[in-house]
């Protein structure tokens, strides 16, 4: 089955980045989806990788992506205390249409 | 920017009882979804919706679970009669295509009582 693991807590100063790992077990997916979910709030798509590409910048945000030790990361730049959330990875097993989400981090964005 | 609407935003019911959970996905989407989060657990799958049917659905989505497309913008789920362990935040998502770029509405938090 698929499994999904990421660290569950993650503190860092604002202004440092913030680097949150995923590791996952199924390779078969086409794309690798990072999510935030802010206090009582839905899950917001914040970025997604091809399954093809080992790297992907958006803004503040790069997804790094290592298929041979299947290891997804999310760096944020310039972190915020915005940007304080849980950070869940997710992927397609078998490359279909519902998502297999990671057990989530929550990070703490600290002045 | 085009949103996932659900209702209502919190929703107490007596264990035995019945509830409908409302969704209006974004209107040129074609597939629905239903995942459920238990406090503190990860996300989970419940069902996949396209072209009026199920396309998909994990095994919690057992006999007590139903989803409905009842007109062109509503979709429901049902759970028929509720359980404690039924209690969780319920989220639905639409997506344009079958895979990924789902967008999420911000959830339904079902306590049962």
């Known amino acids: 089955g698929e499994d999904v693991e990421q660290s569950l807590f993650l503190s860092v100063r604002e202004g440092d980045s913030s680097v949150i790992n995923c590791t996952y077990t199924?390779?078969?997916?086409?794309?690798l989806y990072w999510y935030k979910q802010e206090p009582g709030a839905g899950l917001q798509l914040l970025t997604y990788?091809?399954?093809?590409?080992d790297m992907k910048q958006d803004q503040r945000l790069t997804v790094l992506l290592n298929k041979k030790d299947k290891h997804l990361s999310l760096r944020i730049a310039d972190t915020q205390t915005g940007d304080s959330a849980i950070y869940f990875c997710a992927f397609s097993p078998g490359g279909g249409n519902k998502l297999t989400f990671g057990t989530g981090t929550q990070l703490k964005v600290e002045l | 920017e085009p949103e996932v609407t659900q209702t209502p935003s919190h929703q107490v019911t007596q264990m035995g009882q019945e509830v409908i959970l409302r969704c209006v996905p974004i209107?040129?989407?074609?597939?629905f979804y239903w995942y459920r989060q238990i406090l503190g657990q990860k996300v989970e799958f419940l069902v996949s919706f396209y072209n009026n049917e199920i396309s998909e659905k994990s095994e919690i989505f057992d006999d007590q679970f139903s989803v409905e497309r009842p007109d062109g913008s509503n979709f429901t789920l049902k759970i028929r009669s509720t359980k404690l362990e039924d209690s969780a935040m319920y989220f639905c998502a639409s997506s344009e295509r079958g895979s990924g770029g789902y967008t999420f509405g911000s959830g339904t938090r079902l306590t049962v009582v």
């Open positions: 209107s040129n989407h074609l597939y």
């Open positions: 990788i091809f399954s093809n590409m």
């Open positions: 199924d390779s078969s997916s086409t794309y």
